[in-house]
C-alpha cells in the first residue's frame, strides 16, 4: 500500500490551498483515512479524518470551519480542503490510512498503518 500526498505549496495568510492523497496498491473505499502534519521541532499532530463510509469525520479544533475532509472513492483519493490558513497551519501535511477495514475517523497517530510522504504547507504572513 502506498500513499501520494501532493497540493502543498506556499499562500499568503488568508489564502487556500487543497491537499490530495491518492492510494495505490489496494482499494481505498474500505478504510478510514486521516490527515497529521509536523511543524518544525515539534511532534506529529493530527488535523482531519474521515471514516471509511465517509460519514463520520473529525476535526483538530484549530482547523474547524477552516479545513473539510472528503474521498472521492472512485478516484482512491482523499482531500482536505484548506481556507483562511494562517502562519500557524505552517508544516509538513501526511496522509495515512488503517491496516483493516470500516475504521472511523481516528485522532492517534497510533491507529494508521500507513503513511504518505508528506507535502509541504507553508503560510507567509
Known amino acids: 500500500v502506498q500513499l501520494q500526498a501532493s497540493g502543498g505549496g506556499t499562500v499568503q495568510a488568508g489564502g487556500s490551498l487543497r491537499l490530495s492523497c491518492t492510494t495505490s496498491g489496494r482499494t481505498s473505499s474500505n478504510y478510514a483515512m486521516g490527515w497529521f502534519r509536523q511543524a518544525p521541532g515539534k511532534e506529529r499532530e493530527f488535523v482531519a479524518a474521515i471514516s471509511w463510509s465517509g460519514d463520520s469525520t473529525n476535526y483538530d479544533d484549530s482547523v474547524k470551519g477552516r479545513f473539510t475532509i472528503s474521498r472521492d472513492n472512485a478516484k482512491n483519493t482523499v482531500y482536505l480542503q484548506m481556507n483562511s490558513l494562517k502562519p500557524e497551519d505552517t508544516a509538513v501535511y501526511y496522509c495515512?490510512?488503517?491496516?483493516?477495514?470500516?475504521?472511523?475517523?481516528?485522532?492517534?497517530?497510533?491507529?494508521?498503518?500507513?503513511w504518505g510522504q508528506g507535502t509541504q504547507v507553508t503560510v507567509s504572513s
Open positions: 495515512a490510512t488503517n491496516r483493516i477495514p470500516y475504521g472511523n475517523a481516528y485522532t492517534r497517530t497510533k491507529q494508521y498503518g500507513y
